[in-house]
């Protein structure tokens, strides 16, 4: 396992260097790729002393708008990628994720709700994390309570609870919107999904739920593994599988709540990445677990580079993009899941 992780940890974290240098790279700004590479090399601490040949807009777009933004974008993918990891390993199910468990549009209620009544500084750039997390967790626990059915919960009744739920919280964010005036475009901020506009505050604010969620989830790697062959068998091997299952899923719900209060809601990045990675590594989630992180980076930071560089002088949400991707993906699963079952769902 340990050379596996090695090669395949090293492979994914190249392509993720390609990705950020290649998204560094291009913009619409106008600004060439030797300007771009030229403004970061004058950054390091013993050049930035020396006169350099760029103005201070081009130096602020590079360094405090696209350098913050690739690593946000990372940041971003990467707490979305581990919390659908989480969520499926627990649920045993490749369809769960973040967004069809109602948990992402849940998280953004709550971020809604703070900005409908101006809130956000109450206890300063954790205002809306905290609140998410909350409203987050709510939303995973109503959609649990109404799949459950004499004390089993079947995955396709759980999968269609978190579609009911999705829409209609859906509904609750659109009537806030139609209730709010000068902070209408904030909210719908929130129901595409960008990266729009975030600075390295937001950045910084994410390292920390990234820090707690990443080392738990790679400790509860095995027992994942053991999930597969069903709770009854985990708990003979010696897994404590309620424990487990609410250290997980509080886990996950966390790093949902943060990504969604810094990004907004941005769909399948937590369905499509984990089920590619066990497509190329396997079923160990001691493999996908940290793979997930790197591939969610990749996949947000692509679709970011895509939505900012798509069409002249005007950006496309975020969350379109990665719908625009995820959704046939989505849909192949259903189908082939289907297929697996004699034709029904």
Known sequence: MNNKLFWYGGAAMLLLAVSIVVSLSIGSAGISVCDVWGILIHQLPWLSDKAVPYSAGEIAIVTQVRLSRVLLAVL???????????????????????????????????????????????????TIPLVAFGTGTITLLGVFWLSRNNGTMGIETLILSGVIIQAFLGAFVSFMVSMSQGVVNQILFWLMGSLAMRSWDH?????????????????????????????????HLGIRVERTKLIVLISSTLLTAAAVS??????????????????????DYRLITPLSAIGGGIFVLWADTLARNLMVQKEIPLGVVTALIGAPFFAYLLHRRKLKQGGEI
């Open 76 to 126: 971003v993918g990467a707490c979305l990628a581990l919390a659908g990891t989480g969520f499926q390993g627990v649920l045993r199910n490749p369809l769960a994720d973040p967004y069809t468990l109602g948990v992402a549009s849940g998280s953004s209620v709550g971020a809604a709700f703070i900005i409908l009544f101006g809130l956000q500084t109450a206890i300063g750039l954790w």
């Open 203 to 235: 950045a910084f604010m994410l390292i920390p739920f990234l820090a707690i969620g990443l080392p738990v989830l790679l400790i509860y790697g095995q027992a994942l593994n053991l999930f597969v062959l069903g709770e009854r068998h985990a708990a």
């Open 262 to 283: 810094v990004s907004g809601v941005i769909g399948f990045v937590g369905l499509v990445v984990p089920h590619l990675i066990r497509l190329l590594v396997g079923p």
